[in-house]
């Protein structure tokens, strides 16, 4: 069974950094675009960012200069730099991933950015 497995949530005070890591497991014959969305209370699920199987990004306005979305293809794995965090960052953030011609989301993990 395909899965994605979410993990690097955590606190973090304002202006600290946080690496989220997705991996991709199971009987994957293929793979595409990968990327990461975030959910606030209240607020609906947004993209954060996003990454082409062929290494093409773009990025929300909120997060553009700040955090950086890269992939390693041998491990089936996306990852989520995050820098100078702000407490508007904080959400459930969620991996999603075009496998096997249909798209997966990750259980989602809690980034806190608080003092």
């Known amino acids: 069974q395909v899965q994605l497995v979410e993990s690097g949530g955590g606190l973090v005070q304002p202006g600290g950094s946080l690496r989220l890591s997705c991996a991709a497991s199971?009987?994957?014959?293929?793979?595409?675009?990968m990327g990461w969305y975030r959910q606030a209370p209240g607020k609906q699920r947004e993209l954060v960012a996003a990454?082409?199987?062929?290494?093409?990004?773009n990025y929300a306005d909120s997060v553009k200069g700040r955090f950086t979305i890269s992939r390693d293809n041998a491990k089936n794995t996306v990852y989520l730099q995050m820098n100078s965090l702000k407490p508007e960052d904080t959400a459930v953030y969620y991996c999603?991933?075009?496998?096997?011609?249909?798209?997966?989301w990750g259980q989602g993990t809690q980034v806190t950015v608080s003092s």
């Open positions: 999603n991933a075009h496998l096997n011609f249909r798209y997966y």
């Open positions: 199971g009987s994957i014959k293929s793979i595409g675009g």
């Open positions: 990454i082409t199987s062929g290494g093409s990004t």
